[in-house]
């Protein structure tokens, strides 16, 4: 499997990222490789025709900005900074073609003016570009909280400003939005009621009996936020149907309510019946659906079921759960949408529009008295992420099986168009169901994607989207609009359309089925739902039962695992391959120590009290990780002299310690960057790139 390439740019030494970023790439299952950009060097590597960042073709980049010591020169030019870089950045990701992710890393100071107005500058000004997502300083703290963020003493010796376990954060931030771009979103969560939303039994508390403490409201807005954010919520309960939703009604600390639910089964049958019953109910396939219960068996019992449905048994306690799933991976929203955030009230719109259909005469009627409105017209730019979301997502009627990013429907290829497809009736908007890809090759207006809700399939809108591209070729004076098919796993409903068609039929490269409708005959195409073609509506109840397994085990992994980044920094240490720390026997506390710091910082440990730093695969950032290690165990700050020697062995730093401990008081931070100043500017650069 090719690995993805995730490129890393940054305005400060990003050297102790690369192992925590690694790790958790690998941890969540993204075969990837990292690259570091050289020290510094933002600018360059963003508008570099030929460097790293532009380069990428399939992964992500990442710029790293923090924005202390970087903004010299007052408002009107940390402005200016602001404007190049935007400007930057946008350009990249036009040029690249691969999400980029730009991270506000905290500042010394996150009140200082100039350094806020920086940031909402970035902020405001990649908003509207769907390739570009920025984490503010805020999110990145409020979803991975560090104690000890900065460390002064790294940053004056070689320009690292944060500590491990900031760095770990950071890693954590970029991998998780690299996941929320290249994992498949899940569109319904199937959520448990006792002991899930609330602390009891309804059967036994009584509806007014159970408790809504502080972590289960947190529960609860959150699936009130993934609501709002467009996915279905739906519940699952072995219980009276009535004592539910009269708590969902009646309880005062409720803040779910039946309202917000697009379905439940409430009832004594296995949950894993009843999500299948979900699903033909949504029209949606399992693979969609995230299932939430805080019982093991109840979970495991869905889980063997539904291998697809991404089954959660999070800790029982509320806040054990509420931080569980805070940090289950597949609940983050890469962008949302104005559809996404409309998506629930179109659910209920559907179910009238089904009550309707139910009652009509014949469909002939039913769907004569929709006054339905199709429109077809050109895409611009604030849909983008839209229609790449939607292609992603389509599968009853893709016609090519394809799939496209925002960047590949931004950057066109010359004289093709990108058209979208709105749809509307009497019970509300479908708002943005489809879109089209196409482009006039020689007499023919070749259609190389089409894509539509399965919400809208079946009401004549597929007709009327071919109707509307006839009349564009033959106003650019065409002769053929020009259709093609692959078959996919779920898209029988585009063949069934295509095959009803008065079109021509040919095979094209790769086993491309063409269907070629003359324009004037596209044109005039209407749907006849009684005695005429088929509908290509999808069967009532179907459900895809066949998708592919979900790994469980690696969401349910990161949530309770790599919740923190205190514990990817002790999960790595655990997992390091390097020989036990026992193997080297010294009487020494003070080496002991020294030697067992190493350890956790070099690939190879220390087998003797005089083996050397360098020739164990030490290298001058680890050096200054060895010496913040050493403040923190024995409160001695080690001199310059002391630390870049070539004489550098546990015995030799377990004596200088010693020492330093018997007579405090030289000022060690100015003795290191006197020595500093003593190097050149290529010198530094030098020692730096060397540890890259």
Same mark, same amino acid.
């Given at each position: ?68 010591? &970087? !903004? ?60 570009? #997502? ?46 929320? +771009? ?15 939303? +609330? ?26 936020? @993934?609501?709002? #954010?467009?996915?279905?919520?739906? =519940? ?17 600390? =409720? ?8 379905? +439940?089964?409430?009832? &004594? ?29 109840? #979970? ?24 569980? !799933?805070?940090?289950? +991976? ?21 179910r009238r529009r089904e009550t309707a259909r139910s ?65 509307? $009736? ?10 089209? @890809? ?12 089409? &894509? ?16 509307? !591209? ?14 093609p098919y692959r078959p996919a796993e779920r898209n ?29 005959? *596209? ?29 469980? *085990? ?17 999960? =790595? ?24 710091? &190493? ?46 020697? $070539? ?46």
């Amino acid at each position: 499997m090719t690995s993805l390439q995730i490129r890393v740019a940054a305005n400060f030494t990003a050297g102790p990222l690369a192992e925590p970023l690694e790790f958790v790439l690998a941890e969540a299952g993204l075969a990837a490789d990292v690259t570091l950009a050289p020290y510094g060097e933002v600018f360059q590597s963003l508008l570099d025709p030929d460097g790293a960042l532009r380069g990428n073709t399939d992964g992500a980049n990442v710029v790293l900005l923090r924005r202390d010591g &970087w !903004l010299t020169g007052g408002p009107a030019a940390v402005e200016q900074i602001a404007h190049d870089l935007v400007r930057a950045i946008v350009d990249c990701a036009a040029a690249s073609g691969v999400p980029h992710l730009v991270v506000s890393c905290p500042a010394d100071d996150p009140t200082d003016a100039i350094a806020t107005a920086f940031e909402r500058r970035l902020v405001d000004g990649l908003a509207d570009d769907a390739r570009i #997502a920025v984490a503010s300083e805020a999110e990145i703290l409020r979803q991975y909280p560090v104690p000890d963020i900065h460390d002064h003493f790294a940053l004056a010796t070689a320009d690292v400003p944060y500590t491990p376990e900031m760095y770990a954060g950071l890693a954590l931030t970029v991998v998780r939005a690299v996941h929320a +771009w290249r994992v498949p979103r899940p569109k319904v969560i199937v959520v448990d009621a006792d002991h899930t939303l +609330w602390d009891g039994a309804v059967g036994e508390d009584g509806p007014l009996g159970v408790r809504v403490g502080p972590a289960h409201r947190e529960i609860q807005r959150l699936l009130l936020a @993934q609501r709002d #954010a467009g996915r279905l919520i739906c =519940m699952a309960s072995k219980n009276a149907e009535a004592d539910v939703l009269e708590t969902l009604r009646r309880h005062p600390d =409720m803040l779910l309510r039946a309202e917000h639910l697009s379905g +439940w089964r409430i009832n &004594w049958a296995p949950k894993s019946a009843n999500i299948a019953e979900l699903a033909a109910e949504l029209t949606l396939g399992l693979d969609s659906f995230v299932f939430i219960d805080d019982s093991p068996v109840e #979970a495991a019992e869905v889980r063997a079921a539904h291998p697809a449905v991404l089954t959660l048994s999070p800790p029982s306690s509320g806040d054990g759960m509420l931080s569980y !799933l805070r940090h289950c +991976w597949p609940l983050d929203h890469p962008r949302v949408t104005d559809d996404d955030r409309a998506r629930a009230e179109r659910y209920r719109e559907e179910r009238r529009r089904e009550t309707a259909r139910s009652t009509a005469p014949s469909l002939a009627e039913f769907l004569a008295s929709l006054d339905l409105v199709v429109t077809v017209e050109p895409m611009d730019g604030a849909d983008a992420a839209r229609v790449a979301q939607l292609t992603q997502r389509v599968n009853q009627f893709n016609l090519a099986g394809t799939r496209r990013s925002v960047s590949e429907l931004i950057d066109l290829p010359p004289g093709a168009e990108c058209l979208v497809v709105r749809a509307r $009736d009497r019970f509300g908007d479908y708002g943005l169901a489809g879109a089209v @890809q196409a482009v006039a090759d020689g007499s023919t207006y070749r259609v190389d994607g089409l &894509w539509l809700s399965c919400r809208v399939l079946g009401r004549g809108v597929e007709h009327r989207v071919l109707r509307a !591209l006839g009349a564009r070729a033959v106003e650019r004076g065409l002769g053929t609009v020009s259709l093609p098919y692959r078959p996919a796993e779920r898209n029988q409903p585009a063949i069934d359309f295509l095959r009803n068609l008065p079109a021509g039929q040919r095979t094209g490269p790769e086993g491309t089925e063409f269907f070629d409708v003359p324009a004037g005959v *596209a044109s005039t195409e209407t749907f006849q739902p009684d005695g005429g073609r088929p509908t290509a509506a999808p069967a009532p109840g179907a459900v895809a039962t066949t998708a592919g397994v979900v790994d469980n *085990a690696t969401v349910d992994r990161i949530a309770r695992s790599l919740a923190d980044p205190t514990q990817v920094l002790e999960t =790595m240490a655990a997992r390091r391959s390097a020989p036990p720390l026992a193997e080297l026997v010294t009487a020494d506390a003070t080496q002991a120590i020294v030697a067992k710091i &190493w350890a956790e910082l070099l690939e190879f440990p220390p087998r003797t009290v005089d083996d050397n730093f360098y020739e164990l695969g030490g290298h001058s950032l680890l050096v200054v990780q060895f010496a913040g290690r050493v403040r923190d165990e024995f409160d001695v700050e080690l001199p310059v002299d002391v630390l870049f020697t $070539d004489r550098f062995t546990v015995a030799d730093m377990a004596r200088a310690i010693n020492e330093r401990r018997a007579a405090p008081g030289d000022d060690v931070l100015i003795g290191m960057l006197a020595k500093l100043d003593e190097l050149s500017d290529d010198e530094v650069r030098r020692l730096l790139d060397a540890d890259r």
